[in-house]
């Protein structure tokens, strides 16, 4: 599995840990910046380039970071195909592959700590989607919303 991660100044020194926490355990992982430490930075100048690697096929799954986590999931739902949300607690984490089909977590620098931000990807990429036929009705639902 290839693994994108973004993230801006508020999410820097969480995606330096993640990136070494991930190439610890072998992981290929393509990281889209931000490579500086620039507190004026702006999370979609890096999210936005995740999200479409991950339309892309690029990367399998994607880890976006920003202060809250917030304008990284924003950002990326813009584009098409991505399915990014803010995850503050472990069941999400994996419940949101296994149901929702969940390709982006996206993840609060200034929220959570190093170990606890772990334990949530590593739930997220242990995991699949189920494809079970009332979830792909709900995503079917939700992609008929996709304006092309
Ligand atoms: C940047 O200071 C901060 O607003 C940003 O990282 C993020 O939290 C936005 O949601």
Known sequence: MKIGIAADHGGFELKKNIQEFLEKQGLEVKDFGAYVMDKNDDYPDFIIPLAKAIVANEVDRGIAICGSG????????????????????HFSAHQGVEDDNMNL??????????????????????VEFTGAERHLRRLQKVKELEIK
């Open 70 to 89: 917030v304008g990284a999931s924003i950002a990326a739902n813009k584009v098409l195909g991505v399915r990014a949300a803010l995850i503050n607690d």
């Open 105 to 126: 977590i996206c993840l609060g620098g200034r929220v959570l700590g190093f170990a606890v931000a772990q334990e949530y990807i590593t739930a997220f990429l242990q």
